[in-house]
């Protein structure tokens, strides 16, 4: 069994930064696929980014270039550098864990869908961006 707790979130201004943690229990932290998700009010769940077991990280193209993600395996810890927020960014965010390497997950259309499946996920911390 793996336990997720997320924390971090909060309100901040558009163009502002904030950084999420999510503490995983499990010593085999460093063999899980771990990812980020969000979910906006009335929204699908979608794919922020994952951080394989070998540190290589994937971005789904909303938040390329602006968001950063990280781990401390001593620590069990994945974190979201979020950075140059907008108003669309505004969600709940969530961390997903794989007991399984990373893959990729496609759309009907061929696009990347994810590459983090979600075995397991935290409750998740609000992030609010006003404009």
């Known amino acids: 069994q793996v336990q997720l707790v997320e924390s971090g979130g909060g309100s901040v201004q558009s163009g502002g930064s904030l950084r999420l943690s999510c503490a995983a229990s499990g010593d085999t932290y460093s063999s899980y696929c771990m990812g980020w998700f969000r979910q906006a009010p009335g929204k699908e769940r979608d794919w922020v980014g994952t951080?394989?077991?070998?540190?290589?990280?994937t971005y789904a193209d909303s938040v390329k270039g602006r968001f950063t993600i990280a781990q401390d395996n001593a620590k069990n810890t994945l974190y979201l550098q979020m950075n140059s927020l907008k108003p669309e960014d505004t969600a709940m965010y969530y961390c997903?864990?794989?007991?399984?390497?990373?893959?990729?997950?496609?759309?009907?259309?061929?696009?990347?869908?994810?590459?983090?499946?979600?075995?397991?996920w935290g409750q998740g911390t609000q992030v609010t961006v006003s404009s």
């Open positions: 997903a864990a794989d007991l399984a390497r990373c893959r990729y997950y496609y759309a009907a259309g061929g696009s990347v869908l994810k590459r983090t499946r979600g075995d397991y």
């Open positions: 951080i394989d077991s070998d540190g290589s990280t």
